[in-house]
C-alpha cells in the first residue's frame, strides 16, 4: 500500500435517508440525504419491532435502507430480506433480554430460556448439550456473543479527531467504531446497550423491548399506555355491568 501525504479525512458514519417506498417487492429510498447518528440507541428496538411492509417503509423514512452500505450502490432492498433482518433482530433482542433477567433471577425467564430459547436458539451452536443451568447459561452468554457479532460483520475500529473547533487545545483523539450498514450499527448497539448493562423492560401492552426513560415507565409508548389503560377500563366496565345484571335477576321477585 503506498504512503499518502494526503489522507482522506473520515467524518465518522454517514448514512442516507429520503422519501421511502415500497414498489413489486422491494424498498426504495428516493431523494437521498446524508446524515449521521448521534448517540442513537433506538435503531435496534425499531428494528426489532418492524412487522410488515408498512413497518419497513417507516423504518427507512426515519433512517434510510439496511445494508446498501456504499453510495454507488441502487438505493433498493428486497422487502423479504428486511422482514428477515427484523425478525432475527427481534429474536436475538429477546433473548439478551430473557437471559439479563434470568441473571438477575427471574425464574420465568430462566424458565423460557430453557425450554424454548436455549434448545432452539443456542443449542445449534454447541457440540455437546449442556448438562445443567450454569453450562446453558454460558452458551448462551456465548450464542448471543455470536449472534451479535455475526450482525456487526465488516465493523471496523476508527481514530476519531476530537477537536472542538472553538477551542483546537482541547482537541485529542478516540477510537470509534465504525459500521459498514445500519444493520450492523442496529447489532452495534445492542452490545454497547449489553455491555453497559442499561436497563430494558418488556412493554406489559404490547411485548416490545424498550429503555425505560423513568423507573416507573411500564409500556413501551404513549399510545400502549393509552390502550392499556382503556382496556383496564373496559374490563371494570363489563364486571360492573354483569354484577349490575345479577343484582337485577335477584332482585326480580
Ligand atoms: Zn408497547
Redesign the pocket.
Known amino acids: 500500500m503506498p504512503v499518502s501525504m494526503r489522507p482522506t479525512v473520515l467524518s465518522g458514519p454517514m448514512w442516507l435517508r429520503g422519501k421511502a417506498r415500497h414498489e413489486a417487492g422491494y424498498i426504495i429510498l428516493e431523494e437521498p440525504k446524508e446524515y449521521s447518528l448521534y448517540d442513537n440507541t433506538e435503531t435496534v428496538f425499531d428494528l426489532a419491532d418492524i412487522e410488515d411492509v408498512n413497518g419497513c417503509v417507516a423504518f427507512a423514512d426515519r433512517y434510510g435502507l439496511l445494508t446498501h452500505g456504499s453510495l454507488d450502490d441502487e438505493l433498493r432492498e428486497p422487502v423479504t430480506e428486511w422482514l428477515q433482518h427484523a425478525k432475527m433482530m427481534w429474536t436475538v433482542l429477546r433473548l439478551s433480554w430473557h437471559y439479563r433477567q434470568a441473571c438477575n433471577g427471574s425464574e420465568e425467564s430462566l424458565q423460557t430460556l430453557t425450554d424454548v430459547a436455549s434448545p432452539q436458539l443456542v443449542r445449534p451452536a454447541f457440540e455437546n448439550e449442556a448438562t445443567n443451568t450454569f453450562e446453558m447459561m454460558a452458551q448462551t452468554n456465548i450464542a448471543i456473543a455470536a449472534y451479535i457479532n455475526q450482525g456487526m460483520d465488516g465493523t471496523q475500529q476508527r481514530i476519531s479527531a476530537d477537536a472542538e473547533w472553538d477551542d483546537p487545545i482541547e482537541g485529542g483523539f478516540r477510537f470509534i467504531i465504525a459500521p459498514p450498514t445500519l444493520l450492523a450499527l442496529a447489532y452495534q448497539q445492542l452490545g454497547t446497550l449489553l455491555m453497559r448493562g442499561v436497563e430494558m423492560r418488556r ?1 406489559l ?2 411485548d ?1 423491548i424498550f429503555v425505560p426513560v423513568d423507573s416507573r415507565q411500564r ?3 404513549p399510545e ?1 399506555s393509552g390502550r392499556a389503560r382503556y382496556k383496564r377500563f373496559a374490563a371494570r366496565k363489563r364486571e360492573r355491568e354483569s354484577a349490575g345484571a345479577v343484582d337485577a335477576g335477584t332482585a326480580e321477585p
Open positions: 412493554c401492552h404490547c416490545s409500556y413501551c409508548s400502549c
